[in-house]
């Protein structure tokens, strides 16, 4: 599976959107983009997931570059549950694939 | 309310005691996953399972063991032979192997000293 790179950490004001970055410059053809939380001492939670077009869903939009070496997650109004780690993550479908969770970005969401 | 279910939150052993950890889900589904999350590092896969009898190794899979005798049950056990088992431990589901969402528990934060 091809590896994402994240920022450690970013922060965003309640309220404003929270433009989450993803590098995957050796992804392939058939890998798919996937986002994932974690809220503290909880498990992960999907959030949405893409192959080349972009994807909204009623938590976030995700929006994936032309060449598919990066991705974005957006959250259009954070609020201060959205505090959480979010990891990106490049997967095949199928049998036998599987999920790689890396150290992902921890976003904080202040008042 | 369908979800997944992990018992206990917390457990304490003593080393050298084997530990069996429990994951029930109620989703139906085929493929179910067992990751290892250790402080401020993401998750580890150690054993995951696509149908009901058959199970494969994950990354990590040295001192532990597991079994799915049923579709809804995929228990973990921590043996003796696992040098460091202090972790919080995750199990998931999904209604396929690879398919896209991985649904998760809660976790259990086991402590051996």
């Known amino acids: 599976d091809a590896k994402t790179t994240q920022p450690p950490s970013m922060d965003c004001a309640e309220g404003r959107a929270a433009n989450l970055p993803c590098n995957h410059s050796?992804?392939?053809?058939?890998?798919?983009v996937y986002w994932y939380r974690q809220i503290h001492s909880q498990g992960p939670q999907y959030i949405i997931h893409?192959?080349?077009n972009n994807e909204t869903n009623e938590m976030a939009s995700l929006i994936i570059t032309e060449d598919r070496k990066s991705s974005t997650l957006i959250l259009p109004h954070a609020t201060l549950r959205d505090t959480a780690v979010y990891y990106c993550?490049?997967?095949?479908?199928?049998?036998?694939?599987?999920?790689?969770f890396g150290k992902g970005i921890t976003l904080s969401v202040r008042p | 309310d369908g979800g997944i279910t992990q018992s206990p939150k917390y457990l304490f052993r003593k080393e050298g005691q084997n530990v069996t950890l429990s994951c029930e889900q109620n989703?139906?589904?085929?493929?179910m996953y067992w990751y290892r999350q250790d402080p401020g590092q993401g998750l580890r896969l150690i054993y995951y399972?696509?149908?009901?009898?058959?199970?494969q190794k994950g990354d990590i899979a040295e001192g532990y063991s597991v079994s799915r005798e049923k579709k809804e049950s995929f228990p973990l056990t921590v043996t003796s032979a696992q040098k460091n088992p202090t972790a919080f431990y995750l199990c998931?589901?999904?209604?396929?192997?690879?398919?896209?969402?991985?649904?998760f528990g809660p976790g259990t934060r086991l402590t051996v000293t």
């Open positions: 989703l139906n589904h085929d493929a």
């Open positions: 050796t992804i392939s053809g058939n890998e798919y």
């Open positions: 998931a589901s999904s209604a396929r192997q690879g398919t896209y969402e991985q649904y």
């Open positions: 893409g192959l080349k």
């Open positions: 399972s696509q149908i009901v009898n058959d199970f």
């Open positions: 993550i490049v997967s095949a479908t199928g049998a036998n694939s599987k999920l790689t």
